[in-house]
Nanobody, 115 residues
Framework: QVQLVESGGGLVQPGESLRLSCAAS????????MNWYRQAPGKKRVLVAA???????NYPYWLLGRFTISGDYAKNTVYLQMNNLKPEDTAVYYC?????????WGQGTQVTVSS
């Protein structure tokens, strides 16, 4: 059984930063990608950052460089550094781990940006 444990969410003011983490444990095949998605109320889940075990990273253009993903594939852990947070970043953030044969989701962590 695979377990993804997320942490780091919370309530912050606009302009502040947060760092999310997600650690995978259990029995699984080699992890090839680790990603972060978010889902705001009433909206679809969208990708905000992607990383590959070859060192590649990708972000949607509309984030304007505010988020940085870093994957530690030796420790099966992925981080998301979020800077200059805005109210529109308010959402539940999910980590997504992709192995050779399966994809897994974390339980989600709430990020609220409000003054």
């Amino acid at each position: 059984q695979v377990q993804l444990v997320e942490s780091g969410g919370g309530l912050v003011q606009p302009g502040e930063s947060l760092r999310l983490s997600c650690a995978a444990s259990g029995s699984f095949f080699r992890i090839t990608r680790m990603n972060w998605y978010r889902q705001a109320p009433g909206k679809k889940r969208v990708l905000v950052a992607a990383s590959g075990n070859d060192g590649t990273t990708n972000y949607p253009y509309w984030l304007l460089g505010r988020f940085t993903i870093s994957g530690d594939y030796a420790k099966n852990t992925v981080y998301l550094q979020m800077n200059n947070l805005k109210p529109e970043d308010t959402a539940v953030y999910y980590c997504n781990v992709v192995t050779t044969y399966e994809a897994y989701w974390g339980q989600g962590t709430q990020v609220t940006v409000s003054s």
